[in-house]
């Protein structure tokens, strides 16, 4: 077995994911990528000259919490114990909570991006632990910072996703496992190509994973990227109520499903 250092990284067709892999493909590591479309990413990695021997891919739905336990089970005895696992996989829908169809559309988003997110660390926790070492990454957003109009589902699931990893950090402390908090602000991915909203500094994938890549390295345990949005964040969140909501009149909903 290779001694080149391994990252699991799920939600790997696109996007952030695509651009993590990219990036530690770039920088000598073996790679365990997860998506529901494995044939995709096995296709983007020939593409992009990753040997057969330096990328397995693991067809799951993280909403499958057999499935994607069962693809961790089957990364360490394929390839062995990462040393970085990424939790990336996530959705952003719109909903109305006035119609009745848009809560199975809660249900799907919160499945995704924190029952997914938990799925995925599972199998890895025990024998990252045995071993004392190990990063574990999940990846929120600024969005969970504070809510936004027709974002109930997307803002509450990333604000419990920074609320578990905070949770987890703490229930890991001192056993030399690491718990990551990497919170995107706005990147351009499929994921915001559609919203009708202005997006401040809005950043390019490969730059975001560049900055991402040495977060993760450094094992801090929290840290909005880029760092512009972290200054924004931080005023939103002091914010009072009155004057965050008066910010919010005329803009606009995220779009919902199908729109």
Not at 26 to 52: C, D, K, T
Not at 168 to 193: K, N
Not at 225 to 251: E, H, S, T, Y
């Amino acid at each position: 077995m290779s001694s080149a250092p391994l990252v699991f990284i799920t939600g790997a067709s696109s996007g952030i994911g695509q651009a993590l892999a990219r990036r530690y493909h770039q920088a000598g590591w073996r790679l365990a990528l997860v998506a529901r479309r494995g044939a995709e990413v096995e296709a983007w990695a020939r593409s992009e000259g990753i040997p057969p021997e330096r990328c397995t891919v693991y067809p799951a739905d993280v909403r499958d919490l057999d499935a994607i336990a069962g693809a961790g089970r089957a990364c360490i005895e394929a390839q062995g114990l990462p040393d970085v696992v990424i939790a990336n996989a996530g959705i952003s829908l719109g909903i109305d909570t006035a119609i009745f169809e848009d809560l199975e559309v809660m249900r799907r988003t919160y499945e995704t991006n924190n029952l997914g997110m938990a799925a995925t660390f599972q199998p890895f926790i025990t024998p990252m632990r045995q071993r004392g070492s190990g990063r574990l990454v999940g990846i929120a957003s600024v969005a969970g910072i504070r809510g936004l109009p027709g974002h109930g589902a997307y803002c509450s699931s990333k604000a419990a996703v920074i609320s578990y990893l905070e949770s987890l950090r703490g229930e890991l402390h001192g056993s030399g496992v690491r718990v990551v908090t990497v919170l995107p602000g706005y990147i351009a991915t499929p994921l915001t190509a559609a919203n009708r909203y202005s997006m401040p500094f809005l950043m390019q994938p490969d730059a975001f994973a560049d900055r991402a890549f040495d977060t993760i390295a450094a094992g801090r345990s929290y840290r909005v990227i880029p760092w512009q949005m972290g200054v924004v964040a931080k005023l939103m969140r002091a914010l009072p109520n009155v004057v965050f909501d008066r910010l919010l009149v005329g803009r606009e909903r995220k779009h919902r499903a199908g729109e």
